[in-house]
Structure formats: structure tokens, C-alpha cells
């Protein structure tokens, strides 16, 4: 009986020669090509090379190898099939029984900030592609590898079955369209960034499934968690240093810290999430103040809420931590004692991630909607141009307070208001369906503490009505974007009442 034959080209060479060496000890031949045959030859392996079967050598520097009918043929021979049996023997076609081929890295070449168009369009496979779609349709009778990670399970199924069932290689074929596909998307995307003005004329994502998480935001609601290949300032840059694994909610939530935390990199900060709203946010010299603030901000809500800090966590505010009720504490850094300290509450899931508050390159939000899925750039700015529009201009401190307001409103659901004094939150409207009902959440929120204290609204206030409860409790000073038919009645009755009032010129939604 003819041997097998085993056709291998790869970049990567991981794993490859004692892959090979067991192939060899099964009774497989080896074919090869380029850097892969060197390397095998080098370890003593035996290996044909490629142009033995084609007859013709590697031509434009290697970018011409292997796409040859003879290579073809051979990977696409269907056993059963009399006709195919007649002209493999007809043109002397070497039937070929496994393709192992890992592609050139072009994801890997695209993020490195040193490669040159060049380098990243000769990272582009033609060959491989090929041979793995060749194979992975002849699943029946080649099996098709493209991962080293696959070596050993190949191996394992070969000693136990030299001809593995259709089950076990229609699953090698099933990940090969997977690699291929990744693959595809990649340069795409790739092609359109460089090209495309604004959104693309169509949108390719790719994702890897993570974990399966034990249910979704509610017990009946099955769950998992897939990740992009985005790295910087997210949950996939997370080291875990100790806690339960994260549930939906818990990823959802940590998303939205990750998010509001990138505009308060300037001042140590700590924010307080709950259901992906902040409860309280809180600024000041040092973390463990910001910290103190913002628990003192709304020590209810975040009961059970987590909180996300942009400085490190030692040993003396960890102790603080743990005498609260927290779910998971988010830091880019947990210094060793801490880590000690936090052992005191095993559940208590603790998160680093050294990235944190760095955004991505492209930073575009995704929102699925009925029947298809919205796309828009990320609300990263903060405001055009501060113009104040009263007669009474804030002073250093209010301005200060005024600029952090906006950034915190920036981080609630609309209809937003934020209340806020000495970098530090009193009172949130989040959410609602008018600004007048946002208004009177947020200072219900904040009582007698909003007297000095300024004002964010996420949008331009339609009408005087809640400037008016804002002098009722004695606020000095508001943030807003502008832009309502009533600003000119807005703006008379803060004069009136001699606060100040600035305008951004940019709004900040957020449904």
C-alpha cells in the first residue's frame, strides 16, 4: 500500500520538527517547501521538496511555490470517484493525504507600527489559503492543519486511528474556514482603512469566543464572552489577580469603567459603576482621597457596584476596600501588599490592567439595531470652546468643577444632569425623559450639599424651568452645550440670579 503523504508548509515553526518526527515514525511521507524544508532537513528529517512534485521550481522570490496542478490535483482527488482515480493515474498524480499550512502573519505585520505597506501586502498568503480551502473541501480524504495548537491532537488520533474518522477531519475542516475566513477579514479590513473615506460600504468583524459565562443579565439567559483583538485599555489586557469569574453584568459594567475612566487620566480618579452608570466619580491629589469621595458620593449605590481607579492600589487603600462591599476593583496597578490584603475576600474579584485608560487606534462604537447593526466614531472630545454667556464669568474654582462635570455627564445615560462640588459628585440625573425630571433627581439626589456647587447638562436646557430649581438650592455655576431656541430665556434668568453659565458647543448623548 502506498504511504501517506503530508504535505507541510508553515511561518511559524513552533512545535513543527517533533510534529514531523512522529508523522515520519507513523509511515507518512513529507513533503515541503522554502524555509519549512530547510528547517526539517536541518533536524535530520527526510523531506521531498515540492518542486520534485511540480517539476518546476520556486519562482518570484517564493511567491510562486505551490500553486500547481500537481499539487492541486493531489489535494483534491476524490477517492471514491472512478474518473478521479483514472486521471491521477493518468497525469501521475501523488495523492496528497494531510496539508499542514500556517499562513504568513499579515494580522500580526499590520499592528506592528514598523512595517511598511510593503512589508504588510507580502504578508498576504496566496498559496496557503489556497491549499487549506483545497483540503478543507476534500475533507472526506485530506486532513487539513493549521495550527500548531492541533499537533498533538492530530498525533493522539493517528496512533489510535491511522484513518480517522469523518467527524474528527470534518472538524480540522470546520476550523480551517474559520483560519481562513479571520484571515480574509484582516485584509479587507486592512484594504478599506487604507482607502475608504468615512464608514466602509461594508463591515466585516471578527471575534473568539473567550469563555462561556454561566448565564446572561438574567439566570434563563444563556451567555458568552467573545473578544477582539483589541488589547490596549480593555478587559482583554486584564490580569486577574484573584475573584469569581466575571458574569455578564460584571463585563458589561467593567466595559463602561474602561470607557468614562480614558477622559480623567489627567487627575487621580475613582468611579463607581452600577448597571454600566456611574454612581459616583471623584477627583482628587491623591487616589486614595479620589477614593474616599467617591464612596462618600453615594456610599448606597455602590454597595455591590465595582469601582474603577486610574493609580495604583496599596496596601492602605486595599484595607479600605475590603471593609466595603464591592464586587470587583478595577486598577493599573495592585501593589504586592494589596494583593495580600485583598486575600481577605476571595470573591472579591480584583482586575489590573497596566493599559488602562489608553484608547485604540479606531475607536468605533457598535450598537446592534433592528435588523442590521449601527456604527459611529467614539464620543471622544470633550467640548469645541468654552464661551461663557452670562455676565458673570466662573471663577478658577467653578471652572475647574465646571470642566469635571462635563466630563462626568459625558458618562451618563440621557436626559443627564450632574451635580458637582470640589471634584466630587453630589447628584446624578441619569436617564431620564426630560431634562426637568433629570434636574430634580439630581439635586433630590444631592439636598442641601448642592449650595456652591455647579452643574453639567448633557444636552441644552428647552426651557428656564430647571435653571430655576437650580437657584432654588443655590448652584453658582452651569455647564451646557447650547444650541435650544430658549437659550436667550435660559441665559436672562441665570443673569438674574447671578450665575454663571458656559457653553461647549457639543453635545453629549447617550442612549
Not at 479571520?182 to 484594504?191: E, L, S, V
Not at 444563556?222 to 482583554?236: E, F, H, M, P, R
Not at 489577580?241 to 458574569?247: E, R
Not at 468614562?260 to 463607581?272: H, L, V, W
Request: overall charge negative.
Amino acid at each position: 500500500m502506498m504511504k501517506k503523504t503530508a504535505l507541510i508548509s508553515v511561518y511559524y515553526k513552533d512545535g513543527l520538527v517533533d510534529f514531523v518526527k512522529e508523522l515520519v515514525k507513523l509511515d507518512w511521507d513529507i513533503v515541503s517547501t522554502g524555509g519549512t524544508l530547510k528547517t526539517l532537513r536541518e533536524a535530520g528529517i527526510e523531506a521531498i521538496d515540492v518542486t520534485e512534485i511540480t517539476g518546476f521550481p520556486e519562482i518570484l522570490d517564493g511567491r510562486v511555490k505551490t500553486l500547481s496542478p500537481q499539487v492541486f490535483g493531489g489535494i483534491l482527488f476524490r477517492r471514491e470517484e472512478e474518473e478521479h482515480q483514472k486521471t491521477i493515474a493518468e497525469h501521475n498524480l501523488r495523492p496528497i493525504d494531510m496539508v499542514v499550512n500556517i499562513l504568513y502573519p499579515f494580522e500580526e505585520t499590520v499592528k506592528d507600527p514598523n512595517a511598511t505597506k510593503q512589508d504588510i501586502i507580502e504578508k498576504i498568503d496566496i498559496g496557503g489559503p489556497s491549499m487549506i480551502r483545497g483540503a478543507a473541501k476534500n475533507y472526506k480524504d485530506v486532513m487539513i492543519v493549521t495550527s500548531s495548537e492541533q499537533y498533538d491532537e492530530v498525533i493522539n488520533e493517528l496512533k489510535s486511528n491511522p484513518n480517522p474518522g469523518i467527524e474528527f477531519k470534518m472538524n480540522l475542516a470546520k476550523k480551517a474556514f474559520m483560519r481562513t475566513a479571520a484571515y480574509d477579514i484582516a485584509i479587507a479590513n486592512y484594504f478599506m482603512s487604507e482607502t475608504a473615506e468615512g464608514n466602509p460600504e461594508e463591515l466585516f468583524m471578527h471575534f473568539i469566543k473567550d469563555s462561556d459565562l454561566r448565564y446572561g443579565e438574567n439566570p434563563h439567559q444563556c451567555a458568552s464572552y467573545y473578544k477582539s483583538d483589541a488589547v490596549n485599555g480593555t478587559l482583554n489586557d486584564a490580569k486577574i489577580i484573584q475573584g469569581k469569574a466575571l458574569s455578564y453584568n460584571n463585563i458589561l459594567d467593567i466595559t463602561a469603567g474602561l470607557d468614562f475612566i480614558t477622559d480623567f487620566m489627567d487627575r487621580p480618579t475613582a468611579i463607581g459603576i452600577k448597571h454600566t452608570n456611574p454612581c459616583a466619580i471623584a477627583t482628587s491629589d491623591n487616589i486614595e482621597e479620589a477614593y474616599d469621595k467617591c464612596i462618600e458620593g453615594d456610599s448606597e449605590s455602590i454597595f455591590g457596584g465595582i469601582i474603577v481607579l486610574n493609580e495604583p492600589v496599596t496596601a492602605a487603600l486595599a484595607e479600605k476596600m475590603t471593609s466595603f462591599f464591592l464586587e470587583i476593583i478595577i486598577a493599573p496597578k495592585i501593589e504586592t501588599e494589596a494583593v495580600e490584603v485583598f486575600k481577605k475576600k476571595p470573591n472579591l474579584r480584583v482586575l489590573e490592567i497596566s493599559t488602562l485608560g489608553q484608547k485604540e487606534k479606531a475607536d468605533t462604537v457598535f450598537t446592534r439595531a433592528s435588523g442590521g447593526i449601527l456604527i459611529q466614531e467614539k464620543d471622544n472630545d470633550l467640548y469645541n470652546e468654552l464661551v461663557t454667556v452670562t455676565k458673570r464669568e466662573p471663577n478658577e474654582s467653578e471652572l475647574k468643577d465646571l470642566i469635571f462635570a462635563y466630563k462626568v455627564v459625558k458618562c451618563l445615560k440621557s436626559n443627564a444632569i450632574a451635580i458637582v462640588k470640589n471634584g466630587m459628585t453630589l447628584g446624578l440625573g441619569i436617564g431620564d425623559v426630560n431634562r426637568f425630571f433629570a434636574t430634580t433627581h439630581a439635586l433630590d439626589m444631592a439636598g442641601e450639599e448642592a449650595k456652591g456647587a455647579v452643574v453639567a447638562s448633557d444636552g441644552f436646557f428647552p426651557f428656564a424651568d430647571s435653571i430655576a430649581e437650580f437657584v432654588k438650592y443655590g448652584v453658582t455655576a452651569i455647564i451646557q452645550p447650547g444650541g435650544s431656541i430658549k437659550d436667550k430665556d435660559t441665559i436672562e434668568y441665570a443673569d438674574e440670579n447671578d450665575i454663571a453659565m458656559v457653553f461647549t458647543g457639543m453635545r453629549h448623548f447617550r442612549h
